[in-house]
């Protein structure tokens, strides 16, 4: 972005990433997913603490993101999840030495070419399985023939078989869980015979902190590094309690007004004043990913209050009741996540405005953290 269309920002806590990603486990044991510029708090930020923390490899969605991972100089093992489309997609993979997903037959040809093209001798692949995502990958009955296509191309050498759980972040879903999980293993056993020293990958964050941990095999968390509780609202409750949300956003407010009893704010004209208040108006909006449909249903900190929004949220702008705080001026900060809390009050989430729009933190993240200048403390 070459010039800001807002004042407001993004903060992102590296030190919270660092310590949520020690939270998982062993290093050894991990894949962490830093797909869609880390799920918007930022690629290469991200992938140089978890580097630094000892992270062994990393989960992309593409090719290109993991060759800008490479051209950063990172040495790590990588899996662009959403598989190789192109033949750029192949060349980039292979000349980068990528760890591309084999998602079905037709990519075997594909990858032996890539690897032959740039002279690599040996290019490691990853073996996807679907085992009831219904997205990407073989059917566990297909093991033994992809075993065996994949004995004629030596240049390709299987590393990780990967697959994807649909559903181990509800409870409710258990049983499902466990038959994705005995798909998996029978996937595994028809290619351990032709690749003895293939590693399983299999958990999300809610397999990495929660029951199925020690049957996930190399977990892949993602939203759990960003400070997400994957089991929110589920009853089940996470072993090590506390995760720590990274990314706050802060909207400077412009001005402060009286709006007298009667009177109204914004569009539409959704909101008049029952009695005489004082607004505030912060540069946040829907332009900036924070949703028109949360519209008089939020509130926001400021000095370290919770206070209402009012009126209808505008493209960058939104006003604020704080009536109660009379000392709030012109270039405080409104936070509409995260931020300093007084005792008494608390920051508001990701999880709580997935909530409110009947979405999920991972569409917060992706969409504030995308469309807010960051900051990186
Ligand atoms: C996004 C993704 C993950 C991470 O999921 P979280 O719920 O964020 O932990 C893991 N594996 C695959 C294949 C994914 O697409």
Same mark, same amino acid.
């Given at each position: 972005m070459s010039c800001t269309f807002t004042p407001a920002f %993004? +903060? /992102? !806590?590296?030190?919270? /990433?660092? +310590?949520? *990603?020690?939270?998982? #486990?062993?290093?050894?044991?991990?894949?962490?997913?830093?797909?869609? !510029?880390?799920?918007?708090?930022g690629l290469l930020p991200v992938a140089r603490v978890l580097a630094e923390e000892g992270? @062994? +490899? *990393?989960? $992309? #969605?593409?090719?290109?993101?993991?060759?800008?991972? +490479?051209?950063?100089?990172?040495?790590?093992? /990588? $899996?662009?999840?959403?598989? %190789?489309?192109?033949g750029d997609d192949w060349r980039t993979a292979a000349a980068c030495g990528l760890t591309p997903l084999i998602t079905c037959f037709d990519d075997i040809a594909a990858a032996a070419a890539a690897a032959s093209a740039c002279g690599a001798r040996r290019l490691p692949v990853a073996l996807k399985c679907d085992t009831g995502m219904g997205r990407l990958g073989f059917a566990p009955e297909d093991a033994p023939a992809l075993a065996e296509r994949l004995r004629a191309h030596p240049a390709l050498a299987p590393r990780l078989a990967l697959s994807h759980l649909s559903s181990v972040d509800m409870p409710t879903e258990d049983a499902y869980t466990e038959m994705q999980i005995r798909r998996f293993e029978r996937f595994l056993a028809g290619l351990r015979t032709a690749f003895p020293d293939i590693l399983p990958s299999l958990g999300n964050s809610a397999a990495t902190l929660g029951p199925a941990r020690q049957r996930s095999g190399i977990c892949r968390p993602g939203l759990?590094?960003? #400070? #997400?509780?994957?089991f929110a609202g589920t009853g089940r409750e996470l072993a090590d309690g506390s995760l720590e949300w990274a990314m706050s956003i802060a909207a400077p407010i412009l001005a402060v007004h009286p709006l007298r009893a009667g009177e109204s704010v914004s569009y539409g004209r959704i909101f008049t004043a029952p009695r005489d208040m004082r607004v505030a108006v912060a540069a946040a909006g829907y332009a900036t990913g924070y949703a028109r449909a949360?519209?008089?249903?939020?509130?926001?900190?400021?000095r370290g209050r919770r206070v209402p929004q009012v009126g209808r949220i505008c493209m960058s702008m939104l006003m604020l009741d704080v009536s109660a705080l009379p000392e709030t001026t012109r270039g405080d900060l409104a936070w509409a996540l995260g931020g300093p809390a007084e005792p008494g !009050?608390?920051?508001? !989430?990701?999880?709580?405005?997935?909530?409110? @729009?009947?979405?999920i933190p991972y569409e917060i993240l992706c969409l504030m953290g995308a469309l807010n200048p960051r900051r990186y403390v």
């Open positions: %993004c +903060r /992102i !806590d590296l030190a919270a /990433i660092r +310590r949520n *990603f020690h939270r998982m #486990g062993s290093p050894a044991d991990l894949m962490p997913v830093i797909k869609s !510029d880390a799920y918007g708090h992270a @062994l +490899r *990393f989960a $992309v #969605g593409t090719a290109d993101e993991g060759a800008e991972l +490479r051209r950063a100089g990172m040495g790590q093992e /990588i $899996v662009p999840l959403m598989g %190789c489309l192109t759990a590094l960003y #400070g #997400g509780d994957p949360l519209s008089g249903r939020v509130s926001l900190l400021v !009050d608390r920051p508001v !989430d990701a999880q709580e405005l997935a909530q409110l @729009l009947d979405t």
